[in-house]
């Protein structure tokens, strides 16, 4: 139970982000050769050093415990730990070792992801995810992280965004491999993803049966322009079956997660009015917008509060417990970063009381990072960098931040 503004005892509250984007110099993946390709990325950025959080991941779990933060969510690079199919390379399963203990030394409870978009050169080559033996390439990788870094873990997350992944990178020609509209990879994209989740499951529960394990949804969300026109009503239904398309490949979300998951990690960051309309056959009907008077983010997305609150809700059904492993705003204005922080976090209290068990809150991001194929362009940290320098300089953001998971409640 929670009154007022105050959070269940034992909220997590901390931040995400995910190895290719911070840690700096990831070479042997396939997003790094992606980059080099011209054309492919927002102001031919390229992820380079990142935020060279492989070297300075003290400096950086020093900034979230001084965010008062008790968690944090971060993912492990395929390609460092098995740079050739078969050969795993010890120093960096003992790079991630100090990582993670380091992380649980400053008082934080890690939640790993194994898989967060990028894939080693050798597994891309074999064709990757759309190629028959991808479960089965995938899971000799999970098997050594569970085995060798499964004691400093203690939430797992095992594919990240299935849904997003798959259709940027066939459907939208947007990340690697970057195709067109090849539906009929996507799908079997989707169906090796979600036999990947299952059994990268079944390996942690194997091994560490008491620790909670789930899979992580984007959740885009679709809603009818006019909610008593039933022609809206069915266009956003049809759009949310798309865009939710990895329960739909999955068997439905409800089956999976009872199957296979322990809790329901959502990522939720925006959505779209969507209203029939004859004129547009070729998106089947659908016009999409933005809601009036609701501000837009960077990435050209209205920021909606209540629909954190509708997103969350609709998990109710599932029965499991939720953790919000990424919510965040793009913009270069930290001030609306802080509005963003209070209002979203009333939405996820709304939810609460409204019966949603919420255990934990990961704001994307820590530190601005390299965004995929937006680059350095758009900005989502609670904490800036200089470019060059890669010094760290914490926005006031960070510091409501900090007040908010030291009170354990929305603070002013
Ligand atoms: O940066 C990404 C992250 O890798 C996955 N979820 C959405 C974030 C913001 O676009």
């Known amino acids: 139970m929670t009154s007022g503004r105050t959070f269940p005892p034992g909220f997590l509250w901390g931040t995400a982000t995910a190895a290719h984007q911070v840690e700096g110099d990831n070479k042997g ?5 992606f980059e080099q390709q011209p054309g492919r990325i927002s102001n031919g950025d390229r992820s380079g050093l990142a935020n060279d959080s492989y070297n300075r991941y003290r400096e950086d779990f020093s900034l979230l415990r001084e965010m008062n933060n008790n968690a944090h969510r971060l993912s492990i690079e395929w390609s460092r730990v098995e740079p050739q199919e078969g050969e795993f390379d010890s120093r960096q399963l003992r790079h991630y070792r100090d990582v993670l203990g380091e992380l649980r030394e400053q008082g934080m409870r890690p939640m790993l992801t194994l898989h967060h978009f990028t894939n080693p050169a050798w597994f891309a080559r074999k064709g990757g995810w759309a190629a028959s033996g991808a479960p089965a390439a995938f899971l000799p990788f999970v098997r050594r992280v569970v085995d060798e870094l499964g004691d400093l873990v203690e939430l797992w997350c095992t594919i990240n965004e299935p849904n997003i992944y798959a259709t940027q990178g066939w459907v939208f020609n947007a990340w690697p491999p970057g195709r067109t509209n090849d539906i009929r990879s996507l799908w079997r994209v989707l169906a090796n993803l979600r036999q990947a989740h299952e059994e990268a499951y079944a390996e942690i529960k194997r091994r560490w049966p008491e620790r909670p394990a789930g899979l992580v949804h984007n959740r885009f969300l679709l ?6 026109n039933p022609l809206d009503q069915l266009v956003a239904r049809a759009g949310s079956l798309a865009m939710d398309n990895w329960p739909v490949a999955a068997g439905r979300l409800q089956r999976t997660v009872a199957a296979s998951g322990d809790f329901v990690g959502l990522n939720h960051y925006s959505g779209r009015l969507v209203r029939f309309d004859p004129r547009h056959p070729g998106q089947q ?4 917008q933005n809601p009036p008077g609701y501000r837009v983010s960077d990435f ?18 599932l029965g499991k417990p939720v953790y919000i492993t990424e919510s965040g705003i793009a913009t270069h204005e930290d001030a609306w970063r802080e509005d963003f922080l209070k209002e979203i976090l009333a939405e996820v209290l709304r939810a609460i009381a409204d019966g949603v068990d919420v255990r934990g809150f990961f704001h994307w991001t820590a530190i ?5 194929s937006r680059g350095w362009t758009v900005q989502f940290g609670l904490i800036g960098m200089d470019p060059v320098t890669l010094e760290r300089k914490p926005k006031p953001s960070s510091r409501l931040y900090a007040r908010i998971a030291n009170e354990n409640a929305i603070v002013d």
Not at 29 to 33: I, K
Not at 223 to 228: D, L
Not at 301 to 317: I, R
Not at 368 to 372: Q, V
């Open 223 to 228: 809603t009818p322009y006019n909610r008593k």
């Open 368 to 372: 601005d990072n390299f965004e995929w």
């Open 285 to 288: 009907f659908a016009f999409q």
């Open 300 to 317: 050209g997305d209205a920021v909606v509060p209540e629909w954190m609150h509708e997103s969350l809700v609709d998990l109710k059904s």
């Open 29 to 33: 993946n396939d997003w790094w050769e």
